[in-house]
């Protein structure tokens, strides 16, 4: 059964960091791409990251560029999210998914952890 | 980037009735390679989203199959046949044909 925990959520004031993990089971991880994805509470869901299977290609959304870093441990079957900057607009929950395998998109959601910038 | 936009927003409807929900796309969705990478995604409060149909009409691991996919282009369907508890929640469409994926706002359905 593939499983996605995310762990790293919390309060931080705005200007901070945040690391998120995600402890990733139950299938190959070094095969696939990994994502993460948020959702401000009360809104929809946005795309904000991913990299490759091998981790050496990451791609970003606009809004977190130059202060969010993705990386991924195939060793230990871990993906990280490194917030940096962070601003009030970061508040969202963050779901670690992972891409899919033969066409283009995005399968297994893990549970999400809830990022809160706030003074 | 892609504008996803679905209608409605909102979808009260009745245990064992059918339901529809539209997705719209501000561009065309075809790939490259041919394939449409359009998908949909069902977020149930408390539970993980997941994945129910991708490229436009393929039902995912272990979804029933009164949930099913239709459309071309840019605009796009998704149908429950027969409404049942289970199926409350936030539906999403997501494109990944096009950097950066995008997702439609979402539409609530809930149970009248």
């Known amino acids: 059964e593939v499983q996605l925990v995310e762990s790293g959520g919390g309060l931080v004031q705005p200007g901070g960091s945040l690391r998120l993990s995600c402890a990733a089971s139950?299938?190959?991880?070094?095969?696939?791409?990994m994502h993460w994805v948020r959702q401000v509470p009360g809104k929809g869901l946005g795309w904000v990251s991913r990299v490759n299977s091998y981790g050496n290609s990451t791609t970003y959304a606009d809004s977190v560029k130059g202060r969010f870093t993705i990386s991924r441990d195939n060793s230990k079957n871990m993906l990280y999210l490194q917030m940096d900057s962070l601003r009030a607009e970061d508040t969202a929950i963050y779901y670690c998914?992972?891409?899919?395998?033969?066409?283009?998109?995005?399968?297994?959601w893990g549970q999400g952890t809830l990022v809160t910038v706030s003074s | 980037e892609i504008v996803m936009t679905q209608t409605p927003l909102s979808s009260p409807v009745t245990l064992g009735q059918p339901a529809s929900i539209s997705c719209r796309s501000s561009q065309s969705l075809v790939h490259r390679d041919g394939n449409t990478y359009l998908s949909w995604i069902h977020h149930r409060p408390g539970q993980p989203p997941r994945l129910l149909i991708y490229k436009i009409s393929t039902r995912f691991s272990g979804v029933p199959d009164r949930f099913s996919g239709s459309g071309a282009g840019t605009d796009f369907t998704l149908k429950i046949s027969r409404v049942e508890a289970e199926d409350v929640g936030v539906y999403y469409c997501?494109?990944?044909?096009?950097?950066?994926?995008?997702f439609g706002q979402g539409t609530k359905l809930e149970i009248k």
């Open positions: 997501m494109q990944t044909t096009q950097f950066p994926d995008s």
């Open positions: 998914v992972r891409g899919s395998s033969g066409w283009y998109g995005v399968d297994y």
């Open positions: 139950g299938f190959t991880f070094r095969s696939y791409w």
